[in-house]
């Protein structure tokens, strides 16, 4: 059981530049997530889905897309990487419900320069 | 969302018991309570969760408060590898943000050999 897979570890991009961070969790979960965590602080939530074909924003959306065609995959897009996206980023999924805790990746470390 | 209080950090002795306070004063009747944990460079990790009975698993205990108020995390003997930032998360049984962990700063627990 591989829980959630996050590629590529890391990765550094110029200013401008596009890319995806990959997520995939093969335990069925419904929920979704990608975090940011900016040193010293606590993670904040980027964007969200409670299923295929489902997908919101949480508290810092901009300059992030996602979508999620799969149960399986969560791929997290940045459309023109800006400094201030440099961060460590976190998916992670859950069953349904409140009942049940999050399961994180080992994260992907950007550096936008 | 209600909102947590936990000291920014403790510190403890390896084999000795730790007992990581969380207040949380405005909690609402349908808040679980989730402890989650994150180690250097890693992911968060899930370590236990409760509503309003005392709850033990092979990590941790959790104590709550009968007015549910407050709650201690317990690590019955603190290892090295229990050094990490510990979070103390209000996740809400029926709202509509249920998928949602928002992170506080969390304690830093530091265990000397």
């Known amino acids: 059981n591989a829980g959630v897979t996050q590629t590529p570890k890391f990765q550094v991009l110029k200013t401008g530049q596009s890319m995806t961070l990959q997520c995939a969790q093969d335990m069925n979960h419904e929920y979704m997530s990608w975090y940011r965590q900016d040193p010293g602080m606590g993670l904040r939530l980027i964007h969200y889905?409670?299923?295929?074909?489902?997908?919101d924003q949480g508290e810092v959306p901009n300059g992030y897309n996602v979508s999620r065609s799969t149960t399986e995959d969560f791929p997290l897009r940045l459309l023109s990487a800006a400094p201030s996206q440099t961060s460590v980023y976190f998916c992670a999924s859950s069953r349904t419900g409140t009942n049940y805790g999050y399961t994180f990746g080992s994260g992907t470390r950007l550096t936008v320069v | 969302d209600a909102k947590t209080t936990q000291p920014n950090s403790m510190e403890s002795n390896e084999e000795e018991p730790v007992h990581l306070p969380c207040n949380h004063s405005t909690i609402s009747g349908t808040d679980y309570i989730h402890w989650y944990r994150q180690l250097p460079s890693q992911g968060p990790e899930y370590v236990i969760h409760g509503l309003t009975s005392n709850v033990n698993n092979r990590m941790a205990s959790l104590a709550i408060a009968e007015d549910r108020k407050s709650s201690t995390l317990i690590l019955h003997r603190a290892t090295l590898r229990d050094a990490a930032v510990y979070y103390c998360i209000l996740r809400d049984i029926e709202g509509g943000s249920n998928y949602k962990l928002t992170f506080g700063k969390g304690t830093l627990l530091t265990v000397n050999p």
């Open positions: 889905s409670v299923g295929a074909g489902i997908t």
